[in-house]
Structure formats: structure tokens, C-alpha cells
T-cell receptor, first 115, second 115 residues
Framework: AQSVTQLDSQVPVFEEAPVELRCNYS??????LFWYVQYPNQGLQLLLK??????LVKGINGFEAEFNKSQTSFHLRKPSVHISDTAEYFC?????????????FGKGTHLIIQP | DGGITQSPKYLFRKEGQNVTLSCEQN?????MYWYRQDPGQGLRLIYY???????QKGDIAEGYSVSREKKESFPLTVTSAQKNPTAFYLC??????????????FGEGSRLTVL
């Protein structure tokens, strides 16, 4: 079965500083990987996804992630954060190779931007 | 604009009552999902449906029921058998077999509070 571990429940960082949110996964099948963002009392919005090809994936709002198969990681990065990036971030992996039965999510990382 | 509509956004219920959460999508997606979100727990899959008149249990289906009579609609009933129903409920959908990578599109969520 697939699983996702987000290593930090909270990450505080100062505005305009770089940030990395860590995600490790385990899967017995080929994976599709995703990062979603959630603002308070809202649904989830896709930031970026890795399906195949280049291991460096660029997403919206200046975020990027790198797929590392040997380390089974998919860490999310941003070179300079803004106060509006304060939100909950979820890493997810497809539950099966074809993604037919949804995604398995990590427990989330709360990104706190300090002025 | 296409999207997923969940209603109501906030719902209060007394113990022992059943309640039904609505989820409607106009994205022409084949598959639909219900997730439950609790603080610090991430998202957990309740039920999913890949085609009309068919659905499968997820990881935490006990105390919940669903129906899929129309492609656009996937209502979730929280029954009195659910021991701890207070949570944030998220509905999602994804494309059919031809584009099935697992990428989910989410509604805005419904917050259920049991008094």
C-alpha cells in the first residue's frame, strides 16, 4: 500500500526567506506525486504534479518540487516566500498505478510566514 | 465555469441524526471521491465511485453511505452509526480512464459539527 510522510507538521519562516517542505513516500507501483495547498476553510488547490519525465517540476505561485526516486522523496521548495503563502500544504501519491482509486495524502505541513 | 459545488458549507446536527452532504460537479468527470479531514490527520478516503451506480469503500467507510445515481452527483450520508462525525468533509473528482493520473479537483468543503 502507498503511504506518504510529511516530516514537519509546522514550518515557520521569515518573509522573503527560502523554504523547503519535506515529503517521503512509499509505493509498490509506479507513482504519480502531487502537492496541494489549502487555505483556511477551503478546499485543496493543486500546486504541482509529477507524472513522468523531468524530475524537477515547476508549479504555480513560484513553487517547485524535485522527484528523487532513490530517496523516495518529493520535497517542495520556494526561493522566497510571501505572507500570502501561509497555508496548509499536502503531499499526495496515487493509490494505484493508474490513479483510479484516488490519492493517499500526508498529514500536512502548516507553513507559517513571519513578517 | 466548471467546478465542484458542495453544500451546505456549515452544518450542525444533534447526536443520533443522519445528515446528507451534497456534492455536484459539472466537469464531466467520471470518478468522484469523499474525504474526511481532521486536524493533524490529513485527508482520509471515505468512499469513491468510478462510474454511475457503482462505488467502493475507502479506508474509513464505517458509519457512512453514498449513492451515485447521476454522473454529476455523489451525495454522502453521515449516519448515526458514525461515532465521531464532527469533521471537515471534502468532495473531489477526476477525469475518466483516458486521463486517469489521480489528479483530484476539490470542492470547497462542508464542515459538520455534532452538538
Amino acid at each position: 500500500a502507498q503511504s506518504v510522510t510529511q516530516l514537519d507538521s509546522q514550518v515557520p519562516v521569515f518573509e522573503e526567506a527560502p523554504v523547503e517542505l519535506r515529503c517521503n513516500y512509499s509505493s509498490s507501483v509506479s507513482v504519480y506525486l502531487f502537492w496541494y495547498v489549502q487555505y483556511p476553510n477551503q478546499g485543496l488547490q493543486l500546486l504541482l504534479k509529477y507524472l513522468s519525465g523531468s524530475t524537477l517540476v515547476k508549479g504555480i505561485n513560484g513553487f517547485e518540487a524535485e522527484f528523487n526516486k532513490s530517496q523516495t522523496s518529493f520535497h517542495l521548495r520556494k526561493p522566497s516566500v510571501h505572507i500570502s503563502d501561509t497555508a496548509e500544504y499536502f503531499c499526495a501519491v496515487s493509490r494505484s498505478g493508474g490513479g483510479a482509486d484516488g490519492l493517499t495524502f500526508g498529514k500536512g505541513t502548516h507553513l507559517i510566514i513571519q513578517p | 465555469d466548471g467546478g465542484i459545488t458542495q453544500s451546505p458549507k456549515y452544518l450542525f446536527r444533534k447526536e443520533g441524526q443522519n445528515v446528507t452532504l451534497s456534492c455536484e460537479q459539472n466537469l464531466n468527470h467520471d470518478a468522484m471521491y469523499w474525504y474526511r479531514q481532521d486536524p493533524g490527520q490529513g485527508l482520509r478516503l471515505i468512499y469513491y465511485s468510478q462510474i454511475v451506480n457503482d462505488f467502493q469503500k475507502g479506508d474509513i467507510a464505517e458509519g457512512y453511505s453514498v449513492s451515485r445515481e447521476k454522473k454529476e452527483s455523489f451525495p454522502l450520508t453521515v449516519t448515526s452509526a458514525q461515532k465521531n462525525p464532527t469533521a471537515f468533509y471534502l468532495c473531489a473528482s477526476t477525469k475518466g480512464a483516458g486521463g486517469r493520473t489521480g489528479e483530484l479537483f476539490f470542492g470547497e468543503g462542508s464542515r459538520l459539527t455534532v452538538l
